[in-house]
């Protein structure tokens, strides 16, 4: 397996590798890696489907990617997706699945002319004292020290920022910046969150710089992310074949390690399906995909009347990476990323509106009708001065097919959820779903008079309390994940959020759940076709001098020295491409302004 850009490798179609006829494929888990996985060894793998197996422990694929009506308790979505134009694995999927939305064309085809049609962006990203625009919301509020901070941070390598937390490399002066506002709320980091993965999202993330303050930056789907994403790459993996085994719930995996010359070998899965015990053998031509960890375990649903409960028990995908792990030191160190739910834990909740008073707030807010069938809130708004510092969104509605016209669906989350409310004198993981609706329309600025008789009968909140939501941001090091493809292994991976990909790509995006299933079925099968790699807008000088400028809030760069040293350096400067570079990027004024 090798990495590659460009449109000759983008382009081209691998041949058949030498004997996939001859191998079957099981994926624990049907999530989007193992989804992504399964399409992966059909399209470029060219392997029948009927010969590709997905255990599944529930009875509906899709993992987190979830957006469903519940019975008696309504809409229900955990979290919500947000995506750029360079996840390059994610497209490179969505090329191929046909739209279930819009005949002869593809998903990506959808999205392409949906974001082109209407594109995304936010009229207020944050709020203060009950529905006001916060001060400057155009603004990153960076102070020297904070830059510093920044540039200290982005230049380290990655061996120095493995197993810090966020605050032992930033200051108080960061932290009191609105950059980290922006990108805790739009990425759900805490100040005890990994410094490497804070690094990473930088990187990753750099050509995106300036589309924070108004989230011009993201993209989304028509619908929520499980009917636009999951339901028509699964129809198609149905229609090539695979056999979805749902009710099945895999405890175990044995492996033949030979010592001597490294050699890893997959040899058995078992599992309890619908009670009873079973399992599979498998040999070096039955290639076993293991989904490890996951950010939704033991998600717990309250509803209007009912508290989400924090489900601290027996954790079984985290049980099952433990009992692998056990067994060679290569597979990784789950208790490192699974062992700190009071670090980990966040509660989101879905409000469905019932009266229509309340999508008057929305649009006061939004600037936009909640009801046009386009862009809303843009993304999320963050209520700067929550106590949960609670952010909502209204994506385009109807955000769930079946839902009546007259009705908004919001998705909200707070960080903090162990203080009480503004409102609601009580933690947010203690509220109900009338009450966490009423601290939001106290922070929308519904009059104090209405905000009980609204919540109790103008809206339906299914709140839900996930343990293990930010995991994979705790601090780590080289070796706490897998990698995808362990050393001398020949018929099995790990794929998901807390397998380790050799590129520099970072984890919470579906972009990484796309990646490390690529990866695993190109290296499993040899398949002669490169692996995109990460955008490289970290190495584009002109990214950077462009996320420096705007860093800055558009304030130029000082020389040092006295002034006639300074006109003759920026004279010199203006005769080259630095200059110009420079100029561009808005870090140095114009010749009438230097003089």
């Given amino acids: ?292 960890g996951s950010l939704v375990e033991n998600s717990n649903e309250g509803d209007h009347k009912t508290a989400a409960l924090l489900d601290e028990g027996p954790a079984p995908a985290w049980d099952l990476w433990r009992r692998i792990a056990a067994k060679d030191p290569s597979f990784g160190r789950p208790d490192v990323f699974c062992t700190h739910i009071p670090e980990t834990k966040w509660e989101s909740a879905t409000i469905t509106t019932l009266d229509a008073r309340i999508p008057k707030y929305i649009e006061k807010i939004a600037k936009r009708d909640p009801f046009s069938g386009k862009v809303v809130t843009g993304g999320i708004v963050t209520v700067k001065d929550s106590s949960w510092l609670l952010s909502w969104t209204v994506n385009r509605q109807p955000h769930f097919k079946k839902q009546p016209k007259d009705q908004v669906v919001i998705w909200l989350y707070g960080l903090f959820v162990d203080v009480p409310g503004d409102y609601v004198k009580k933690p947010m993981q203690d509220c109900t779903g009338e009450e966490i609706t009423q601290e939001w329309l106290y922070h929308m600025g519904v009059p104090v008079e209405n905000i009980a008789e609204l919540a109790a009968t103008g809206a339906n909140t299914v709140p839900v309390m996930m343990p293990y939501i930010t995991a994979f941001f705790m601090p780590r090091q080289a070796g706490d994940r897998p990698d995808v493809v362990p050393a001398g292994a020949v018929n099995f991976a790990f794929i998901g959020q807390f397998a380790e990909s050799k590129q520099r790509d970072c984890i919470f995006t579906t972009e990484y759940s796309v990646r490390t299933p690529m990866e695993a079925v190109y290296t499993l099968l040899g398949i002669e076709r490169g692996v995109p790699e990460v955008f490289n807008s970290t190495y584009d000088i002109r990214t950077l001098l462009d996320a420096l400028h705007r860093l800055r809030d558009g304030e130029e760069l000082a020389l040092p020295g006295p002034s006639f040293l300074r006109d003759r350096l920026l004279a010199r400067l203006d005769r080259t491409e630095i200059g110009a570079l420079l100029h561009d990027a808005g870090l140095l004024a114009g010749e009438d302004a230097r003089t």
């Avoid at 589309?211 to 090539?240: C, H, I, M």
């Avoid at 001597?260 to 070998?265: E, F, L, W």
């Fill in 1 to 292: 397996m090798y990495y590659s850009s460009g449109n000759y490798e983008a382009f081209a179609r691998p041949r058949k590798p030498d004997g996939v006829d001859g191998k079957s494929a099981w994926f624990v888990g049907s999530g989007l890696a193992s989804l992504a996985g399964a399409a992966f060894l059909i399209r470029d793998g060219q392997m029948p489907g009927e010969r590709i197996t997905i255990l599944e422990r529930t009875d509906v694929p899709g993992g987190a990617l979830d957006g469903l009506e519940k019975p008696d308790k309504g809409f229900v979505i955990r979290g919500g997706r947000e995506m750029e134009d360079h996840f390059e694995c994610l497209w490179d999927l969505f090329r191929s699945i046909p739209s279930l939305e819009v005949e002869g064309a593809s998903v990506l085809d959808e999205f392409y002319w949906l974001n082109k049609d209407d594109p995304n962006f936010s009229l207020q990203r944050a709020t203060i004292e009950r529905g006001k625009p916060a001060p400057d919301l155009g603004k990153f509020t960076l102070s020297k020290a904070a830059q510093k901070d920044l540039l200290k941070v982005f230049m380290a390598t990655r061996e120095e920022m493995e197993n810090k937390r966020i605050n032992e490399v930033f200051g108080e002066d960061f932290f009191a910046s609105n950059f980290w506002m922006y990108w805790r709320t739009m990425f759900a980091f805490q100040e005890w969150h990994s410094a490497l993965e804070m690094k990473l999202y930088l990187h990753r993330f750099i050509h995106h710089i300036g589309g924070l303050p108004d989230l011009s930056a993201l993209k989304f789907t028509r619908f929520n992310q499980y009917e636009s994403l999951v339901l028509p790459l699964v129809k198609w993996l149905k229609d090539q074949g695979v056999v979805f085994q749902y009710r099945t719930e895999v405890t175990d995996i044995d492996f033949d390690i030979d010592a001597t010359n490294g050699r890893k070998q997959a040899t058995r899965i078992h599992w309890n399906r619908d009670g009873q015990p079973g399992g599979m053998a498998l040999g070096p031509d039955d290639l076993l995909f293991i989904t490890i």
